[in-house]
């Protein structure tokens, strides 16, 4: 059974502080997606990460996925309350990338 | 910006009662989802369907659920009767090439089941 392990599960900081949520498995992806989740609504995609090693930035966040296509993280410098969320990774698995694993979620608060 | 559209938004069903979820996919998109999130819990995958036919099923897609296009636009989502345990917000997504889900999904805003 392919897992995502997300930490951590619950993330408060200070407006302004730097974090880094973390998403690995033992298994290998085709690709791997961070999404955004507000209560009550279905995820929004805010990146797709393909190839080993591929570093993305979408303005003050920073994806990573690993060499081996196994992990990725998520870097958000000097955060700000809007950040605040449930923040999703996933999975495609290998076999004709027609399903995704999620990992359970980071919930960060950040305070004003 | 093109959106997944879910109805209905919420739908509150007795047990053993057949339901029908629908979803209209972005248009130019091939390859079509159902997940659905039991509240508090992970996101869970139940069904990928390209070109008319199943690419892939999870274990809980058992035979109480159906998954049809059936005019070309609508995707839906048949539950034939419903178990408590079926109680779950249930996602439609939609992907638009080869490779399906490898480029990530646009997710629709769910519809929040309650089985009572």
């Known amino acids: 059974t392919q897992l995502l392990e997300q930490s951590p599960q619950f993330l408060s900081i200070q407006e302004g502080e730097n974090l880094t949520v973390y998403c690995n498995s033992s298994s290998v992806f085709s690709s791997l997606q961070w999404y955004r989740q507000e209560p009550g609504e279905g995820p929004v995609l805010l990146v797709t990460v393909v190839t080993g090693g591929e570093v993305k930035k979408l303005k003050r966040l920073t994806f990573q996925f690993g060499d081996a296509r196994k992990d990725s993280s998520l870097h958000i410098t000097a955060a700000q309350p809007g950040d605040t969320g449930l923040y999703l990774c996933?999975?495609?698995?290998?076999?004709?990338?027609?399903?995704?694993?999620f990992g359970a979620g980071t919930r960060l608060f950040v305070k004003a | 910006e093109p959106e997944v559209t879910q109805t209905p938004s919420h739908q509150v069903t007795q047990m053993g009662q057949e339901v029908i979820l629908r979803c209209v996919p972005i248009?130019?998109?091939?390859?079509f989802y159902w997940y659905r999130q039991i509240l508090g819990q992970k996101v869970e995958f139940l069904v990928s369907?390209?070109?008319?036919?199943?690419?892939?099923k999870s274990e809980i897609f058992d035979d109480q659920f159906s998954v049809e296009r059936p005019d070309g636009s609508n995707f839906t989502l048949k539950i034939r009767s419903t178990k408590l345990e079926d109680s779950a917000m249930y996602f439609c997504?939609?992907?638009?090439?080869?490779?399906?889900?490898?480029?990530?999904?646009?997710f629709g805003s769910g519809t929040r089941l309650t089985v009572v």
């Open positions: 248009s130019n998109h091939l390859y």
């Open positions: 369907f390209y070109n008319n036919e199943i690419s892939e």
């Open positions: 996933a999975g495609a698995t290998p076999t004709g990338g027609f399903k995704t694993i």
């Open positions: 997504a939609s992907s638009p090439r080869l490779g399906g889900s490898v480029y990530g999904y646009t």
